[in-house]
C-alpha cells in the first residue's frame, strides 16, 4: 500500500477533528446556530473548490458526462452537509474526540457493507473474520474511550 496514501489518510482524519472544533467554535461565534456555521464552511469551502477546479480541472469532459448520472450520485453533497453539521453540533455536547471515535465506528460499518456488497457500484471486498474482530476491538476500544471514566473511577 502506498505510504502516501496511508500518510493522506491519517492527516484527512486529523482534519476531521480539527475542522469540527473550529466549526464548533464559528457556530459559537454565530449565536449558537450550527446551521448558519454549516452554511459558512461549505460556502468557503465551495469556494476554495471552484477556485482550484478553475484551475486544474479539464472542464470539456463535464459537459457531456454530467448529465448523465445517475440520481444518487448527487447525494454526496447532501451526505457531506449532514456531516458537517452533525459534528458541529455533537462536538461541543459530546467533546470532539467521542464524536470523532463515533464517527469512525460508523464509517467503518458502512464501509464493510458497502465493501462486502459492493453497494454504490463499488468493489467487492469482503468482509473476513479478522475485519470483524477488528470492529470488535474498535468497539471495546470505544466503550472504554467513551466510559472508561465511570467504569474504573474506583478501580
Known amino acids: 500500500m502506498n505510504q502516501v496514501y496511508l500518510l493522506m489518510a491519517l492527516a484527512g482524519g486529523a482534519g476531521l477533528s480539527v475542522q469540527a472544533a473550529v466549526n464548533s467554535r464559528l457556530s459559537a461565534g454565530v ?73 469512525i465506528i460508523g464509517q467503518l460499518a458502512a464501509g464493510m457493507a458497502i465493501d462486502n456488497f459492493g453497494w454504490l457500484q463499488m468493489p467487492l471486498r469482503p468482509v473476513h ?10 468497539l471495546i476500544g470505544l466503550a472504554l474511550f467513551m466510559f472508561g471514566d465511570r467504569w474504573l473511577q474506583h478501580a
Do not use: E, H, Y
Not at 46 to 66: H, K, M, R, Y
Not at 131 to 137: D, E, N, S, T, W
Open 31 to 103: 449565536g449558537g446556530q450550527p446551521l448558519i456555521a454549516a452554511l459558512i464552511s461549505f460556502l468557503i469551502g465551495g469556494l476554495c473548490l471552484l477556485a482550484v477546479a478553475l484551475i486544474q480541472a479539464d472542464w470539456q469532459s463535464v459537459g457531456s458526462n454530467i448529465a448523465q448520472q445517475s440520481w444518487w450520485r448527487w447525494l454526496g453533497g447532501i451526505i457531506g452537509a449532514v456531516f458537517v453539521f452533525t459534528s458541529i453540533f455533537l462536538a461541543p455536547k459530546l467533546g470532539v474526540s467521542n464524536t470523532m471515535f463515533l464517527f
Open 129 to 138: 473474520w479478522w475485519k470483524l474482530a477488528g470492529m470488535g476491538v474498535m
